[in-house]
């Protein structure tokens, strides 16, 4: 499992003490890979990152472009966001981080008995701005060279979430995951939510999001209009 990046410690009085505090053991900055294996130069604390080009191919830390993220933690494999500016061919076009839409699977099974909302959403390439859609649009451009991503659930969205990042975040490696959405400094909103596969259970048109600027989750009607970052593998 991946860790949660916190390598600091508190006591009564104060944070970001040095770890461990002996009057206060057994905090999330004593244990896990954040302590043990706390090597920033292949993602921050104890995450571990690889960038992967546009076929798959590994890069090196230091690449100034790539498509894809191999978590070596998890084997999980993500998709990495783009944005409009520097978005110059369709597939780009296609993971543009302000793309939106709605949570739809059409298997009822699979949606717990409410498939969402079709094309709902507000992006450009896809053929429909809906969840399957995407899934389906991003498997035909066989992005970094792969057929089979797909949503993620909660818990793996929740594996990337770095909670050492200060609020508003983002609460992810940027080193690795650039483009995420800043909140909205209009209106204070906390923009950047992302969809999991996931139906909230007992509440059939909800889906559950998890949000890269606080790294909170919420159950989110399915009729909303949010952003997707897919995965593969695990």
């Excluded at 094309?119 to 991003?138: F, K, L």
């Amino acid at each position: 499992m991946s860790d949660t990046g916190v390598t600091t410690c508190a006591d009564q009085l104060n944070q970001d003490l040095p770890c461990p505090v002996a009057t206060h053991v057994g905090q999330d900055g004593d244990k896990g890979r954040d302590f043990t294996v706390n090597d920033n130069s292949d993602g921050s604390a104890g995450f571990d990152f690889t960038k992967l080009d546009s076929n798959g191919q590994v890069l090196g830390a230091s690449a100034p472009s790539w498509d894809c993220v191999l978590d070596d933690v998890t084997g999980l494999i993500w998709e990495v966001k783009t944005k409009a500016i520097e978005a110059t061919t369709d597939n780009e076009m296609l993971r543009l981080n302000t793309n939106t839409f709605t949570w739809y699977n059409s298997s009822r099974s699979t949606a717990s008995g409410d498939v969402g909302v079709a094309n709902g959403g507000s992006c450009v390439v896809a053929s429909s701005c809906d969840t399957e859609a995407y899934v389906t649009a991003v498997n035909t451009a066989k992005l970094c060279g792969f057929t089979d991503w797909r949503l993620p659930s909660r818990a793996e969205l929740l594996s990337i979430v770095d909670f050492s990042q200060n609020e508003p975040g983002p609460m992810l490696d940027a080193d690795y995951f650039p483009n995420v959405l800043n909140p909205d400094q209009i209106n204070g909103l906390h923009t950047d939510w992302y969809w999991s596969s996931q139906t909230a259970a007992g509440y059939a048109r909800y889906g559950w999001t998890v949000n890269f600027n606080f790294g909170g989750t919420a159950q989110t009607n399915k009729n909303s209009v949010q952003h997707v970052r897919l995965v593969r593998g695990g």
